[in-house]
């Protein structure tokens, strides 16, 4: 099977400019893509997880990535699904930030002479004076076509803004500016980027003459309908820092039984035969599916030690054991133990268990609050330091395990 029916037939082409076209070229080793990050945080999470596989499975399949950091983008914003304005970073930040993204890129994809190529649009958008960019692509841009981009829709219902409305032109320039200088020939990215995907096509046609492509990926949703790579404390992010594998490992680990073969099959390196056979899975054994999806991932995102370190620590709690080494953990201070103990509500805050004092009583008063695997029944439930000092295990519902620790 080549590339193109592998990513449908693992369910990850949404749409497509030219399907034959694209075929043909992803098949015999001919494109040149890119995908574009914004720098909008100081880790890559697993929204952009997906953008980073399909990535590796095309630079197997011979063709070469571009991963396009926002240096220049990320000074305006996507309006793309927001109903609101993004918070304006300053180019410290940006910068930052971007160093951040290609030290993790780099775990996926192959960079090097004739390789991948790590770009930043800061490099030509930065230098852009606007009455020539104005001359040179507005003519380019229908104003009515823009207002019905999809991109824009939430945006519209509050109000859009001029700086905003001016990303989609930013994008398309992008396109062009690669496919003039980096031999770039298509553009891959979610399926809610269709709009302003095609925007870079149609500038290329009206100024150059020449076809380039777009296709983009379907978005990783859950049963529901909801976005996956969500949490009560925020992002899924790819950085140990700010998600320990760990932790990780468990956010795989705890999807819905009706998303976890469709998670193997869009995410994961696994053979589709295996993958098919798995299909027929029911009962214990979307259990066994969730730790194979939970170990392929973890060993993607942070290799295969850490991998085996969370699945270990993974077995050894659900299986009543006591190896708490890998489980993530949160030193106190003397500051948050007053009266040299720590009252329930405020030790789920400190441990990131909750984002709010609210939502921690709400868990509490529940039932789902667990000290050392004894249930918490009230909010004034408070631990003391010396038993802090050995370390104190905190679940919050069936998996999600914290442990505590004050070195004094």
Known sequence: MKIYDELVARGLIAQVTDQEEIRDLVDNGKATFYIGFDPTADSLHVGHFMALCLMKRLQMAGNRPIALIGGGTGYIGDPSGRSDMRTMMTPETIAHNCACFKKQMERFIEFGDGKALMLNNADWLLKLNYVDLLREVGACFSVNNMLRAECYKQRMEKGLSFLEFNYMIMQAYDFYHMFQNNGCNMQFGGDDQWSNMLAGTELIRRKLGKDAYAMTITLLMNSEGKKMGKTA???????????????????????????????????????????????????????????ILAFELTKL????????????????????????SNMPTTELTQEQLSEDSIGILELMLACGL????????????????????????????????????SG????????????????G
């Not at 320990?244 to 998303?259: I, L």
């Not at 995102?301 to 708490?324: P, R």
């Not at 667990?370 to 004034?380: A, G, N, R």
């Not at 104190?392 to 070195?407: E, T």
């Open 301 to 324: 995102v942070h290799g295969e030690e850490e991998a085996t370190k969370a699945q270990t620590a993974s077995h050894a709690l659900f299986a009543g054991g006591h190896d708490d």
């Open 233 to 291: 404390n925020g992002a899924v992010w790819l950085d140990p820092n700010k998600t320990s594998p760990f932790e990780f490992y468990q956010y795989w680990r705890n999807v819905g039984d009706q998303d976890v073969l469709k998670c193997i099959r869009m995410l994961t390196f696994l053979p589709l035969e295996e993958i098919d056979a798995m299909d027929k899975w029911e009962g214990s054994q979307l259990n066994q599916a969730k730790e």
């Open 354 to 389: 909750a984002p709010t004092k609210s939502e921690a009583r709400r868990l509490v008063q529940q039932g789902g609050v667990f000290v050392e695997d004894e249930k918490v029944t009230s909010i004034d439930f408070r631990i003391e330091k010396e038993q802090l000092k």
């Open 392 to 407: 104190v295990k905190i679940r919050k519902g069936k998996k999600v395990y914290h442990k505590a620790v004050y070195k």
